[in-house]
């Protein structure tokens, strides 16, 4: 048996990657929707998305404004 040693050092390497892997992707799914839609919850990643959502899943609705987000202008 001459991979005996090299089957051995790669179940190793295996067992070792996939524990690297432990913990669930919930909080960086949760991070990463940031924006929800008010007709039915769904949680989207940005503006964009939200607009194409309207457009496919609320037809006739428009989609909000960005009014919520703060815009400075400073005039000097």
Known sequence: MTRGKQ????????AEKNQKQKGSQFEARAVAL?????????QLANQNQLGDHYASKHPKERPPSDSGRLTMNIHF
Do not use: D, G, L, M
Request: glycine content about 0%; overall charge positive.
């Open 7 to 14: 089957k051995i050092e790669a179940q190793k390497r295996n």
């Open 34 to 42: 940031k924006i929800t839609c008010p007709i039915c919850k769904v």
